[in-house]
């Protein structure tokens, strides 16, 4: 039993074989995905209720990338508000900051990140987060503006240290790691990877990007979070099965919480 906890079905990387995509997810043993709303920009907020629709082991998400924040405007507000709304919705992401690539300037990236916490907080979802050279900013947004909510979420495509996971963890989230996990420079994110509580993991391709090691240089897709299952088991004393189970596991209550919308408070777990 898998979980990819984070992937970009609606990317035009899949439009040849999308459905192929998904059914070879499930054969492989992949039991739920979730479907990132950001799509390739605000115009496409719908993206993740797209790609779940009349799949109900697909998971949406909403939200506005960092990369596009300087295209947000009102309107894709109004509609991020409404669509959160919607039962099926699970999440407000990927949301958070970059300053790797700065596609966006960081203050109006971060005053896009703080006005989907405000739509979040209102719709009672946790957060989708990408961070990436930014951890410093974006922990302290969230230990900030988000950690009284209880709310949580998921850390995606986890980059930073192991001190940055346990901000991270202490405001309530997961920790997911994709298919960077495998590739040969990434010894540093191995260990911080040996050292996360396995009740705070979870496995992710980040499709179509990010194909784990033997893969790389291919597209990406769900099938192949169980190499980054493999790779997670190696360095805790699993195999990948047991990885999978687990990470599975943290996901799925994850998730029924996320439907719940009930978080009280002050509670992180």
């Known amino acids: 039993m898998f979980v990819d906890s984070h992937a970009h079905l609606e990317f035009p990387d899949f439009d040849g074989d999308r459905e192929q995509v998904f059914e070879r997810a499930l054969a492989s043993g992949v039991q739920s995905i979730l479907a990132i709303g950001s799509g390739t920009g605000p115009h496409r907020l719908r993206a993740g209720l797209d790609m779940a629709e009349g799949k109900d082991w697909v998971h949406p998400t909403v939200g506005i990338h960092p990369h596009e924040a300087r295209l947000a405007t009102e309107d894709h507000f109004a509609e991020l508000a409404r669509l959160a709304a919607d039962s099926r919705v699970v999440a407000m992401g990927e949301l958070g900051l970059d300053y790797h690539y700065d596609h966006s300037p960081r203050e109006i990236q971060q005053q896009v990140f703080l006005r989907q916490i405000e739509l979040a907080e209102q719709a009672r979802l946790p957060l989708v987060i990408h961070c990436r050279e930014a951890w410093e900013d974006c922990l302290r947004i969230l230990?900030?503006?988000?950690?009284?909510?209880?709310?949580?979420?998921?850390?995606?495509?986890?980059?930073?240290?192991?001190?940055?996971?346990?901000?991270?963890m202490d405001a309530g989230f997961l920790v997911s790691f994709a298919g960077n996990l495998t590739f040969p420079k990434a010894g540093a994110l191995r260990e911080v990877a040996a050292q996360i509580p396995r009740d705070r993991l979870l496995v992710e391709t980040d499709s179509p990007f990010l194909t784990p090691v033997p893969h790389r240089g291919k597209r990406n897709e769900p099938s192949f979070v169980l190499l980054v299952a493999k790779q997670l088991g190696a360095l805790q004393g699993l195999s990948a099965e047991e990885v999978g189970s687990y990470t599975a596991h943290n996901f799925f209550r994850w998730i029924e919480r996320a439907r719940r919308r009930d978080a009280v408070a002050g509670q992180t777990s």
């Open 143 to 168: 230990e900030q503006h988000w950690k009284r909510t209880g709310l949580g979420g998921i850390l995606h495509c986890f980059s930073g240290s192991f001190r940055d996971a346990s901000r991270g």
